[in-house]
């Protein structure tokens, strides 16, 4: 099979850590070319990758068949037109798009071309979210009442010069984590009827959102989305209630942390969660209560480019559909319109 010819847009955290290892691990890709403004830090690792100094440079070189917009979200869409206009397959980081209406577009452009257009939604492949799915198909629980998940990040002071601290509605917490705990969800219990939410400024000086509490509302069922930056003592990420008992999950999948430590996907014990984190499942059955510990699955993002690449190659929709994620998009509109007017938007 030939090689799938790839442009990552930015070198910075997202390329180096989530991008660049999966192109370069999997022997269907091959990474041609990255962005870099100034300085060519992708060489140290990279020592054949072409280094180009703008984004046009970049869709502008013909035998790229796949770019990856992992640009400050404020570009995604600009940049996601442009490399679909130049005939290119793209991933782009989340969030998609602002509004629906852009994504929609996008979507409507992609089919026209005969594109592939995906969103790494690489979240689906986290080893705790992948142990959820595995507990939910084991049905142990009985019916689900409530689902809680969530990140709790701490970071007490503001980073001058970043853009992700700059003010404006679609800079912060919101867009930045809410997509993966609503696709997330989603991918677990389908569309809500509508949304409450609560967003707040919580840092001293911050411009940007940086808390939120995200209600889904479904007919039977409570969840209840949660982000912060204010958020040092750790709580369980992942809370199931059932009418047989709960499960709860602590820990945050290890990939990114170990990404950034070096840690190549093809390496051992890439993607095994350490045994403190597992889950507990906790259950009534018979009048007899039934407490064990869950072992997580493996998470493992290069399932996300496996399936990319045979997307492109077999001309078939990919896993992560960007036509479906603009329900999560509408689903953070939402979030925006319920702070504001606060109420329940029905969606």
């Known amino acids: 099979m030939e090689r799938i010819k790839t442009g990552i847009a930015s070198y910075g955290l997202s390329g180096r850590v989530f991008h660049a290892p999966f192109i370069e691990a999997n022997d ?8 870099e403004r100034s300085k060519n830090e992708a060489l140290k690792l990279y020592p054949n990758v072409h280094i180009v100094r703008s984004f046009e440079e970049l869709i502008s070189i013909p035998e790229l068949e796949l770019i990856i917009v992992n640009t400050p979200d404020l570009t995604h869409y600009d940049y996601c ?3 679909l ?8 980081e ?5 509004n629906v209406s852009e994504g929609e577009e996008l979507v409507e452009l992609a089919e026209k071309k005969g594109l592939m257009l995906s969103v790494f939604q690489n979240r689906r492949w986290d080893g705790d979210f992948l142990t959820i799915q595995k507990v939910l198909k084991e049905n142990k629980l009985g019916r689900i009442v409530e689902f809680r998940s969530g990140f709790q990040r701490f970071k007490n ?6 853009w992700k601290e700059e003010k404006n ?10 997509p993966h705990l609503v696709d997330q969800a989603v991918c677990l219990f389908g569309k809500p009827d509508g949304v409450f939410a609560q967003i707040r400024i919580q840092r001293e000086g911050s411009k940007v959102d940086d808390f939120f509490q995200i209600t889904l509302i479904y007919k039977d069922i409570n969840v209840l989305l949660t982000a912060g930056q204010l958020m040092k003592e750790p709580v369980a990420n992942f809370v199931l209630h059932g009418t047989n008992g709960s499960f709860v999950k602590y820990g945050i999948d290890p990939q990114e942390d170990q990404l950034k430590s070096g840690m190549k996907p093809t390496d051992a014990g890439y993607g095994i969660d350490c045994s403190k984190n597992q889950g507990i499942l906790n259950i009534e059955m018979n009048g007899q209560t039934q407490r064990e510990s869950i072992p997580s699955e493996p998470g493992n993002y290069m399932l996300f480019f496996d399936n990319v690449a045979f997307a492109i190659r077999n001309k078939v929709p990919p896993a992560v559909l960007a036509r479906e994620n603009l329900s999560i998009i509408r689903i953070l509109e ?14």
């Open 28 to 35: 269907i890709f091959e990474f041609t070319a990255v962005c």
């Open 81 to 83: 037109k442009a490399a």
């Open 85 to 92: 206009n130049a005939g290119k397959n793209v991933i782009v």
């Open 94 to 98: 989340k969030p998609f798009v602002f």
């Open 157 to 162: 002071y503001i980073v001058e010069g970043s």
């Open 169 to 178: 509605k679609h800079v912060g917490i919101v867009y930045n984590l809410g």
């Open 334 to 347: 939402a979030a925006f319109q319920s702070q504001e007017e606060n109420k329940v938007i029905f969606i």
